[in-house]
């Protein structure tokens, strides 16, 4: 399209920009405020300079946490997007029970997440809860309250069953706008099924995969409520992720300087892998 | 060459069914899918029409002794059925707004180039990546000073600063699709621009509007973190409510399966709404 | 190479039709000779393009038989049928090389890399696309991206027949008449059985030998490009070739004579009308009206420049008439009189010729 060059249209983006730095940066001038002061109390600060974010990233507790969230990104990446993709591939394309299909798989994601982590903190429950009883059948000894790694496991299908939908629906999308001419061509040059994947709905799909790995990325990386209602973020702080370091601290402790310090250099993780993906996107646009 | 045509004569209709064999193998996967994404949601409605003692003392896969009382007791007690009306409320209140000041935004994006206009957008989709628990405590200092602490102002506002650039993101994906000719023919014709707006290019656009709408609603309905921090009592969404009720009383699982099974019903209200835009919403890939 | 026959075919979208609306071809016979050039004309959702489907195996018919070469190749796959079909827009393989593209459909069938390579080569050098071997097939322009669909329908030295889909939609106007040459070209040089589907009469008229015209699933005329022209056989024909399209005018028979706005008019075909009731037609198109000094009484309304002769619109009574005037014939103005060549003045009953 082409746009004409008015500077007028500024005041229509104003009601958007006055709200959004309203909520963005009287609260991130907080944020950066506090992590270059300290304060001992009754509203005296003193300069910190950087001393705060020193500390944060040289913190066990920190670099514990950040792995913790790192290992279950990539967890859940690994899983969820062949995964959604698969199922994409394997749905019907037309008809009556596509609808329903999609309808069904959407449930979960309109589910307020703290039912989310209620729901599976009851059902994983050795005694009483289907999936841990049903997994204590088969003789596995499994109570996610004591074993770190049944936690992790409870906490990962937990948001493969809440997720993957989103990643199915994404690809589904990319797979329905493909022409029906090209599967034709395809069934005219004699290709096999895998040849169909790999030349036509793998190329074509590039755009809404990379949303699909950087919405999971980014959402997976500030998971919050889930788990606190799953775990706690226990046993110990085994399933103590970014977040719930970051909010302990923060409303909990009020170490408002580390907190506000962890903050930031959280917030620049996730700009700085959004922006990697953001550019390879425009790029994809672009050609 | 030869060639007769004539009006059809009768003859055996063959009837087949045009749209492909009814049952295809590798349905088989989204099927199984969709029975795994149920099966969490079937238990707790089991949970939520069983006893309290039924669910602790016995494991029965559907109610041994059907009960209502749960239900009863969310829709008859002002601190439960309180935290739905408090919860929609925010989430309409927010819908509203991040919609309608995306709306002219979306627009001033999609038609006029302006200074700074790319950086502009840019910086309004980083706020989407935002994670909340950064904003938890700054959040709270925030609305206590304008006095919004425990309003559900408080919560639209502050789901504001996600939803509102997704709502621009998604209008203004929707809006490049309408040629800039249908502005001009409007003109030309004679509409002020206001009138134009409302009355041809809105509902030109009505699916975007529609999405838009869903994904605003679906991410103030669930995000949880930013809304209990900045209620108490007065605004206290359900979500809030039920975590007291875990913690307190000790584990009433059977109204906590109720009132989780009740969060599931404004979402399947909305996706039946908009289930045939669910596909051209992701379709455009902006989520 | 083959000759195709359709035999009784008849095609529905719905699982039971019912009604003659739920179908989207109509009965009909339709012969292909080999190598000939073929097009099908005709508007939008007349059944042409579900006509070209059930050829290449795309769908099968609901009714009737096709044959390739007396072989009954009805439920037979694209695959199996050996034909090459060029889509609307260009359909490529984007990642893989023009090369790459070229050689697809013979490295599924499993040919020697050293044939596969002579083949490409050769087709590519047909097409003029040997410069563009080694470039990602993404990267050319739309006229390049369908020269390489249609290459990749040419590489099979055995194909039966080449499908055309409205190929030139996507291209821009001054490479149409390009793509349209080469095609004719490749056409005569191959001699391959063409079949050209297109709402577009100048691409049908200039491209095939024979032309099948369409209308709401119903094949109406078939014939060369000549014969549809000077003897279309219903009205509609008359209608949608040609531009301006033939003049359809009210008539009566008063005793073997066609008789329009009370003047009697010579037709071809006057002597076979049978009376029966059903409406009835002059069919005269505008390059065979003249002015004289009498004949039909007609008000001149409007003149349009068409840059070498002009395109004079009159009205007697109800009915307007075109004529075409050269360019620097001086016209009357107001009232003047009309003259239909008898030769090419016929009767149309119910929309069709009489014969």
Redesign the interface.
């Known amino acids: ?7 007028k ?2 005041l ?2 104003l ?3 006055l ?2 730095a ?3 940066i ?3 001038m ?2 950066v405020n506090f992590s270059v002061q300290e304060t001992f109390g009754d509203n005296v600060f003193f300069w910190a300079g950087l001393r705060w974010f020193e500390d944060v990233l040289n913190s066990e507790r920190f670099h514990a946490s950040l792995f913790r969230q790192i290992l279950f990104t990539f967890l859940v990446l690994v899983i969820e997007v062949p995964l959604g993709l ?2 994409a ?4 394309r ?2 009556f029970w596509v ?1 329903v ?15 989310v982590g ?3 903190n ?2 994983a429950l050795p ?4 999936l841990g ?1 049903g997994i204590n059948a088969l003789g596995i000894d499994f109570n996610y309250t004591r074993q770190p790694i049944s936690a992790w496991f409870t906490v990962v299908l937990m948001d493969v ?1 809440h997720w ?3 990643v ?3 690809c ?3 797979l ?2 493909i022409p029906d001419a090209y599967y034709q061509a395809a069934k005219i040059d004699g290709a096999r099924p895998w040849a169909v994947f790999r030349y036509i709905q793998l190329p074509k799909l590039k ?2 995969l990379t ?1 699909a790995i950087l ?1 999971r990325f ?1 959402d997976s ?2 998971i ?2 889930e788990v606190v ?1 799953l775990t706690g973020g226990g046993p110990g702080n085994s399933t103590t992720f ?3 370091d ?2 302990k601290a ?2 909990g402790q009020f170490d ?1 300087g580390p ?1 506000a310090a962890m ?2 250099i ?2 620049l993780i ?2 700085l892998f ?1 922006w990697l993906f ?1 550019t390879l996107m425009m790029r994809n646009d672009a050609r | ?9 009768p ?10 064999p009814l049952f ?1 193998a ?5 099927a199984i ?2 029975i ?6 079937y ?2 409605l089991n ?1 939520s029409f069983k006893t309290t003692n039924e ?2 003392g016995s ?1 029965t896969l559907w109610p041994q002794t059907f009960t209502l009382e749960n239900y009863e007791k969310i829709f008859t007690d002002p601190t439960w059925y309180m935290g739905y009306v408090n ?1 929609i409320t925010y989430v309409v209140i927010n819908t509203v ?1 991040s919609v309608s ?2 709306l ?2 979306a ?9 700074g ?1 790319k950086h ?1 957008f ?1 910086w ?19 609305y206590s000073a304008v006095g919004l602490f425990d309003t559900p102002w408080a919560v639209a ?2 789901h ?2 996600f939803n ?2 997704l709502a ?1 993101w998604i209008l203004e994906g929707f809006m ?1 699709g309408v ?2 000719e249908l502005d001009e023919t409007a003109y030309v014709d004679g509409y002020s621009f206001w009138r134009f707006f409302f009355r041809i290019f809105m509902p030109t656009i009505a699916a975007g509007i529609g999405v838009a709408c869903f994904f605003c609603f ?1 991410f103030s ?5 930013l809304a209990k ?1 900045l209620t108490s009592v007065a605004a206290k969404p ?2 809030a409510t ?2 007291r009720t ?1 913690s307190t009383s000790g584990y009433e ?1 059977g109204l ?2 109720a009132a ?1 099974s009740l ?2 019903i ?3 209200i ?3 709404f908009v ?2 835009y ?6 455009l ?3 | 190479m083959a000759r195709i026959m359709l035999e ?1 075919i ?1 095609h ?6 019912r009604s ?1 609306t739920d ?1 989207a071809l ?8 080999d190598g ?1 050039a073929y097009a099908l004309l005709g508007p939008s959702g007349c059944g042409k393009t579900t006509l070209l489907n059930l050829i290449s195996g795309l769908l ?1 018919p ?2 009737g038989r096709i044959l390739f070469d007396g072989r009954d190749v009805t439920g037979a796959s694209p695959e199996a049928r050996n034909i090459a079909q060029v889509f609307q827009f260009p359909v490529i393989y984007d990642t893989m090389t023009v090369y790459a593209n070229l050689a697809f459909p013979l490295r599924n069938r499993g040919i020697a890399p050293a044939d596969i390579d002579a083949r490409v080569r050769e087709i590519a050098a047909m097409l003029e696309l040997e410069d563009m071997l080694d470039r990602r097939a993404s990267g050319l322009t739309a006229d390049g991206k369908q020269k390489i669909s249609l290459g990749r329908g040419l590489v099979r030295a055995d194909v039966n027949v080449i499908m055309f889909d409205e190929p030139l939609t996507v291209i821009d106007p001054h490479l149409k008449w390009v793509l349209r040459s080469k095609l004719k070209e490749l056409h005569q040089r191959i001699r391959r059985t063409m079949i050209y589907v297109t709402h577009d009469q100048t691409e049908a008229l200039t491209f095939a030998d ?1 032309v ?1 015209v369409m209308n709401e699933g ?5 014939g060369t490009p000549v014969e549809l022209f000077e003897r279309p056989h219903h009205t509609f024909v008359g209608h949608f070739i040609g531009s301006p399209g033939m003049n359809v005018l009210p008539c009566e028979m008063d005793g073997g004579v066609a008789r329009f706005a009370g003047q009697p008019i010579q037709a071809v075909n006057a002597a076979d009308v049978r009376p029966s009731g059903k409406r009835l037609e002059l069919g005269v198109r505008p390059e065979f009206v003249s002015i004289s000094a009498e004949g039909v009484p007609a008000d001149i309304v409007r003149v349009l420049d068409a840059g070498r002769y002009r395109i004079v619109e009159t009205r007697a009574g109800d009915s307007t008439i075109k004529l075409l005037a050269p360019e620097d014939e001086a016209l009357p103005e107001g009232r003047t009189h009309l003259r239909f060549d008898p030769a090419h003045t016929c009767v149309y009953q119910d929309g069709w010729m009489v014969t």
Request: net charge positive.
């Open positions: 399209m082409n746009k004409v060059v008015n500077h249209a500024w229509f983006v009601p958007v920009v709200l959004v309203f909520n963005a009287i609260p991130l907080t944020v698969v199922i591939l394997a749905m019907p037309k008809g609808s299909c999609l309808v069904l798989m959407a449930l979960p994601l309109l589910i307020p997440w703290n039912v209620a729901m599976w009851i059902m005694d009483i809860g289907l009883r069953w993957t939908s989103l199915v629906l994404l589904y999308a990319g329905v706008s755009y809404v949303i919405l980014m990386f500030m919050y409520t209602v970014l977040s719930i970051l909010v923060a409303l408002l907190a903050s930031l959280y917030f996730i700009l959004s953001y | 060459m030869a060639a007769r045509s004539e009006a059809a004569a003859g055996i209709v063959a009837a087949r069914t045009r749209s492909g295809r590798r349905y088989l996967i989204p899918y969709i795994a994404v149920l099966l969490p949601i238990w707790l949970m669910i602790l494991f919860s707004i000041v995306a002219p935004a627009y001033a994006f999609s038609r006029y180039r302006f200074l206009d502009l840019f309004l989709l980083t706020n989407r990546m935002a994670p909340p628990a950064v904003f938890a405590l700054p959040f709270l200092q925030l506002l502050a504001t600063l509102i650039p621009v490049s040629p800039k679906m309905w669930v995000e949880l973190l921090t359900i979500a039920m975590t875990a699982l906590l399966a989780g969060t599931l404004p979402g399947a909305v996706i039946y289930r045939n669910i596909a051209k919403g992701f379709a890939g902006r989520v | 009784g008849r529905s979208y719905t699982a039971t039709p003659e179908w109509k009965r009909l016979d339709l012969d292909f000779s000939g099968r609901t009714e024979e099948v119903e094949v109406v005329q078939v």
